[in-house]
């Protein structure tokens, strides 16, 4: 985060109003532009494929290729997001930037491998679908990990105008790409799901661009990352269970008795996802003005509370600087509350007229209101679990996560065989849980914030050997032996030349 924040304060100090609504743009673009954008695919092209002359059944594949290589990329994803945003803060604080870079690349070898040959046997055992939209369908699964991946990078970026024009190419390449190809006779399947892969092949070469004008294009093994997976093993597990966890209730509801089988093993649940994926619009402002109020007020009096620590500073001094940081997140935190209560309570009494003329079933508006709770506590949840990385307090991090992931799970499925009116209160439950127990780990956890920054911490470093430190050592020194090798034989063509 410390990226995206060090330019929006820039743009939020001592500037006018129009300045700060674009500063409340540009963080929407880089927190919650790739979820909105895939809520907007989802909808948009189900509607330009109908009006093409799809059928049901068409529509119905198409919906849940794109779900299933989305959430499943999401998923898999999530094991290395946060490791490597921790990976990329470290190396910028040590100025070790021509490491980012390779890291982005190795994390995506690591996930396509394994994650490539199980989603390619699943489409492959898939029934009722051609080879050629199975192929379309993998490709954009393998396309979509790099995707997500760039989003833990390119919250570093400056480069805004060009962040956002990837996003406007992106969809403009779907929807117009997607519109000649059905009007020269493509099958709609194949049609927009060879558009969908264009699209965000566009976003991801412009992410690309970007990142490239930030970091140099590195050096070293792109796997010497996987020492901060001995390090930081739990933060593997945070990213998956607080990814993971947002989702688990649509995967559940799938095998209801709302499922519904498109394709051999495609099912999903049509009435329960459509009303999810709305009411997780909900979040949206929450995940905005998290990143806004966190980067552009508390960081500050985050900052001098270790500055004073770290700078010598005089313990009344550390004291008053401890109690303004204090001060200011409860501030903070109450304030995300109060905006996303009465954004929930606007949301869902606005949508239900929106969600009305999309010819939404009653039950359906109801699961949309009901998630819509939910999703609201789960946005204040997850931005609470945030900050207790921002004090390195991973076991609250994890334990909040795990919390919500499992309550989801079991609430869910205790109420997947009941009356509609239970749907969605599983999820409900578990943001309302995620978010009480947050607030009182971080509160519990800042009321002995000086035990923990004096006390908690080993009084000598010492460096514990472990395997994957062994492996990423042994990982670059291979790499730099085969760099120096290519810096000779490259000096030697030059002379030679």
């Known amino acids: 985060m410390a990226g995206i924040g060090f330019e929006l304060r820039k743009l939020f100090v001592g500037r006018g109003a129009i300045a700060k609504v674009r500063a409340y743009a540009y963080a929407s673009i880089i927190t919650a532009g790739t979820m909105v954008l895939a809520v907007i695919l989802m909808l948009g092209v189900q509607l330009l494929a109908k009006a093409f002359g799809a059928t049901d059944l068409e529509t119905e594949t198409l919906v849940v290729l794109m779900i299933y290589a989305m959430l499943g990329s999401l998923i898999l994803s999530s094991l290395l997001q946060m490791l490597l945003s921790r990976f990329v803060a470290d190396m910028l604080y040590q100025k070790s930037t021509e490491r980012i870079l390779p890291s982005l690349f190795g994390g995506a070898f690591v996930l396509m491998i394994p994650g490539g040959l199980i989603y390619g046997w699943f489409l492959w055992t ?9 192929a379309l369908n993998w490709a954009l699964f393998m396309l979509l990990i790099m995707v997500w991946l760039q989003m833990a990078y390119i919250t570093a970026a400056k480069d805004y105008k060009r962040i956002l024009l990837g996003f406007i190419g992106g969809v403009l ?20 799901m060879l558009a969908l892969f264009l699209g965000y092949g566009v976003m991801m070469v412009t992410f690309n661009g970007v ?73 949206v402002p ?24 770290t700078t010598g500073g005089t313990l009344s001094e550390i004291g008053l600087a401890r109690d303004n940081m204090k001060k200011v997140l409860t501030q903070e935190i109450f304030r995300l509350t109060q905006i996303q209560v009465f954004v929930m309570v606007l949301f869902t009494v606005l949508m239900r007229y929106v969600l009305e003329s999309l010819s939404f079933t009653r039950d359906m508006i109801g699961m949309f209101q009901v ?56 999820m409900t439950a578990a943001g309302i849980v995620m978010y009480v127990f947050g607030l009182l780990r971080l509160f519990a956890y800042l009321r002995n914030i000086d035990y923990h920054i004096f006390c908690g911490q080993p009084v ?38």
């Not at 919390?403 to 599983?426: A, E, P, Q, V």
């Open 460 to 497: 000598l470093a010492v460096s514990k050997p472990n395997l994957m430190k062994t492996l990423a050592a042994r990982l670059n020194r291979r790499a730099s032996s085969l760099e120096k090798s290519l810096q000779r034989y490259s000096g030697k063509g030059d002379m030679q030349a």
């Open 371 to 426: 998630m819509s709770v939910g999703y609201s506590a789960y946005a204040i949840g997850n931005s609470i679990m945030l900050l207790m990385l921002y004090f390195n307090d991973r076991k609250g991090a994890l334990t909040t996560c795990m919390l919500y992931f499992f309550i989801n799970l079991l609430g869910t499925i205790w109420t997947m065989n009941r009356d509609s009116l239970y749907y969605g209160l599983g």
């Open 211 to 283: 990142l490239l004008t930030i970091f140099p294009a590195g050096k070293g093994s792109i796997l010497a990352f996987i020492e901060w997976i001995g390090k930081y093993p739990d933060l593997v597990l945070i990213g998956f269970f607080a990814m993971t966890g947002a989702f688990v209730h649509l995967i559940v509801m799938w095998f209801s008795p709302l499922g519904t089988v498109v394709a051999g093993h495609f099912v999903y649940a049509p009435l329960h996802d459509s009303a999810a994926f709305f009411a997780y619009l909900v979040a």
């Open 286 to 309: 929450t995940s905005v003005n998290f990143v806004v109020s966190v980067e552009v007020n508390f960081y500050q009096k985050y900052r001098r509370y270790f500055s004073a620590i």
């Open 126 to 134: 898939a029934s009722g679908i051609s080879m050629l939209d199975k």
């Open 173 to 192: 390449t779907v929807f117009l790409l997607g519109s000649l190809l059905l009007y020269l006779g493509m099958s709609p399947v194949t049609g927009m």
